[in-house]
């Protein structure tokens, strides 16, 4: 099946590490992604991963890939407020088709 | 245009009519992607093309939805019979093809059925 799960909220200090998770369920996804949505703005790639990859760093940002389990997770290093917004995981199939599966969303707030 | 645009921006129709959705693509991307996201949820998969033709339209919900992209570049998406749960924001984003990564996202249709 396509479903692609999140926890809903995140909640940090501005300065901290963010954490946000997320599980897939389709094994022949292709790339990872993790978008990042602003209010009134659309959606922006932030990263992706390849399947075959466990790991990519770009500047504050860290993939962590664990195919076995199916678990993605991205790591914002030395937070800001400017981060807050809700960022979205999401896979593409790799089997016949280039379509995206995305989550539903985790709502980073940074608190000052 | 720089970006991807949709017109309208924003769409109140009442129950049972007919409405049209408009996108346009970066300038040579050939594929395109039609998206639907509720509130609160993340972006639903309708449909993508590579270049005029559908390649997968599996998230198209029902019969009422279609697509077209008759040249290649400029999408319609079109929903007839409208009932009030299609109301969200309709999103379309385009890619140079199906195979790359990188999406970019146009700014929404916000559409409301009343």
């Known amino acids: 099946g396509e479903d692609v799960e999140q926890s809903l909220f995140l909640s940090v200090r501005e300065g901290d590490s963010s954490v946000i998770n997320c599980t897939y369920t389709d094994s022949s996804s292709t790339y990872l992604y993790w978008y990042k949505q602003e209010p009134g703005a659309g959606l922006q790639l932030l990263t992706y991963?390849?399947?075959?990859?466990d790991m990519k760093q770009d500047q504050r940002l860290t993939v962590l890939l664990n195919k076995k389990d199916k678990h993605l997770s991205l790591r914002i290093a030395d937070t800001q407020t400017g981060d807050s917004a809700i960022y979205f995981c999401?896979?593409?199939?790799?089997?016949?088709?280039?379509?995206?599966?995305f989550g539903t969303g985790t709502r980073l707030k940074v608190l000052a | 245009g720089a970006g991807v645009s949709q017109t309208p921006s924003n769409k109140v129709t009442e129950k049972g009519k007919y409405v049209e959705l408009r996108c346009d693509p970066i300038s040579g991307h050939t594929a395109l992607y039609w998206y639907r996201q509720s509130l609160g949820q993340g972006p639903e998969f309708l449909i993508y093309f590579q270049g005029t033709g559908a390649a997968d339209d599996s998230g198209l919900p029902n019969d009422r939805f279609f697509a077209v992209r008759p040249e290649g570049s400029v999408s319609t998406l079109k929903i007839q019979r409208t009932e009030r749960g299609d109301s969200a924001v309709y999103l379309c984003?385009?890619?140079?093809?199906?195979?790359?990564?990188?999406?970019?996202f146009g700014p929404g249709t916000r559409l409301t059925v009343l």
């Open positions: 999401a896979e593409k199939h790799g089997s016949g088709t280039y379509k995206y599966i």
């Open positions: 991963i390849f399947s075959n990859m």
């Open positions: 984003a385009s890619s140079v093809s199906s195979g790359n990564n990188e999406q970019f």
